[in-house]
């Protein structure tokens, strides 16, 4: 194991360097973000991501596993940087730091990467402006065994730390392309896959559409939903029902009720 590294102030060149990475445009120009928090940074690592820089401080931990996450990572090769409490606080972006957090590469793939299965459930997010909107999605679409989750002409960095925060560190184990409109669209054309939007209003519900081919399903912002170029453009237009006086859901639990409904229909002609 290399020898014990220090950052005691919170003048730091990499203290600095790691408050600047709040920043998307940051994030984008240098390929890196920040990974904060046990479970997030636990859930990369046993993915098989491989940090950059792991910083720590052991004055702040909160539960009994960060001893053994961090012997893990140094012994991966990777340096380890013990931070005092005070350096360390101005690094996190949290209001209860746990005393763990790691320079990360940037997250994402292209369309042309994505390796599919025969008859995949994808998950197509447009337009997405909040962290945790896109964060809890990304959940959901793992435990709903989506193949894929495109972020179409996304507002919400997806490196976001508040990303990987509300995502638990889905983020590094599920399949996320970066791609625009015209481009998502030509692509699932391309290999058949069909195109399912939410739209309220719309009489068909979701139920009604046959979910066990290769299907995408398109949710849209959390304000006004999907673009009229998605609405135009997807193969099909489904809506859920709203029995009380709100007219809309959140997108996030929009997307859930749509992916579930995939996997029951998915399950139950297995």
């Not at 997030?40 to 009994?64: K, Q, T, V």
């Not at 699932?188 to 896959?193: V, W």
């Not at 069909?194 to 046959?210: F, I, M, R």
Request: glycine content about 6%; charged content about 25%.
């Amino acid at each position: 194991m290399e020898e014990q590294l220090t950052i005691e102030s919170p003048k730091n060149p990499r203290v600095k360097a790691a408050v600047k990475l709040r920043k998307g445009k940051v994030r984008t120009e240098t390929g890196h973000t920040l990974v904060e928090g046990c479970r997030e940074m636990s859930r990369a690592f046993e993915s098989g991501w491989r940090f950059i820089e792991l910083y720590y401080c052991p004055e702040l931990y909160l539960a009994i596993d960060e001893d053994q996450l961090v012997s893990k990572i140094r012994l991966s090769g990777v340096p380890a940087f013990r931070c005092s409490e005070e350096a360390f606080r101005k690094m996190s972006y949290r209001t209860t730091p746990d005393g763990l957090m790691a320079l990360s590469p940037l997250v994402g793939k292209k369309l042309a990467e994505l390796d599919l299965p025969e008859n995949p459930l994808i998950l197509v997010a447009e337009d997405l402006e909040k962290p945790g909107n896109l964060g809890t999605i990304l959940r959901t679409a793992d435990a709903t065994g989506v193949d894929a989750v495109i972020a179409c002409d996304h507002k919400t960095d997806i490196n976001n730390p508040n990303v990987i925060r509300a995502s638990i560190g889905t983020l590094f184990f599920m399949p996320v392309a970066e791609a625009s409109t015209e481009e998502t669209l030509q692509w699932l054309a391309e290999r058949g896959i069909q195109s399912l939007a939410a739209v309220p209003g719309t009489e068909q519900e979701y139920t009604e559409v046959d979910m066990t081919r290769g299907t995408a399903i398109v949710v849209g912002a959390e304000d006004e939903g999907l673009t009229e170029q998605w609405k135009n453009a997807a193969d099909i237009r489904v809506g859920i029902p709203m029995l009380g006086k709100n007219d809309s859901l959140n997108v996030s639990t929009a997307a859930a009720i749509l992916l579930y409904e995939a996997v029951r229909q998915r399950r139950k002609v297995r």
